[in-house]
C-alpha cells in the first residue's frame, strides 16, 4: 500500500508565498521522477514542476521562475517539496503530487492553493 500525504496548501494574497510538501510512504520500488500538477477548472490536469532520481528538474512555463521543486527523505518517507513565490491570482488551483517509480504512478489527494487579490 501506497500512501502520498500533501500539505502545505491553503489561501495567500497575491505575491505571497506557500510551501507545498508531499510525503510518500509504503511499497514504493525505485523512484524514478517526483513532481506536482495542477487541475483548472475546465483543463486538463497540467504539469507544474517534476524532479527526477538524480536532481533534474522541469517546470511549466507558467512558473516563470517563482517555484522551486526539491526532494528529500527521512526515514521511510521520501517527500517533495515545492517552494511557491510571488503568487498570482492564476496559480489558483488544486495541486496534486505526483510519484513514478519503474512499475507504476501514484497520486494524492491534492491540496486546495488559493490567491486572492
Known amino acids: 500500500q501506497v500512501q502520498l500525504v500533501e500539505s502545505g496548501g491553503g489561501l495567500v494574497q497575491a505575491g505571497g508565498s506557500l510551501r507545498l510538501s508531499c510525503a510518500a510512504s509504503?511499497?514504493?520500488?525505485?523512484?524514478?521522477?517526483m513532481g506536482w500538477y495542477r487541475q483548472v477548472p475546465g483543463k486538463e490536469r497540467e504539469l507544474v514542476a517534476r524532479i527526477t532520481n538524480r536532481d533534474r528538474t522541469e517546470y511549466a512555463e507558467f512558473v516563470k521562475g517563482r517555484f522551486t521543486i526539491s526532494r528529500d527523505s527521512d526515514n521511510d518517507k521520501i517527500k517533495v517539496l515545492l517552494q511557491m513565490n510571488g503568487l498570482e491570482l492564476e496559480h489558483t488551483a488544486p495541486y496534486y503530487c505526483?510519484?513514478?517509480?519503474?512499475?507504476?504512478?501514484?497520486w494524492g489527494q491534492g491540496t486546495q492553493v488559493t490567491v486572492s487579490s
Open positions: 505526483n510519484v513514478e517509480d519503474v512499475l507504476t504512478e501514484y
Open positions: 509504503g511499497r514504493i520500488f525505485a523512484v524514478t521522477r
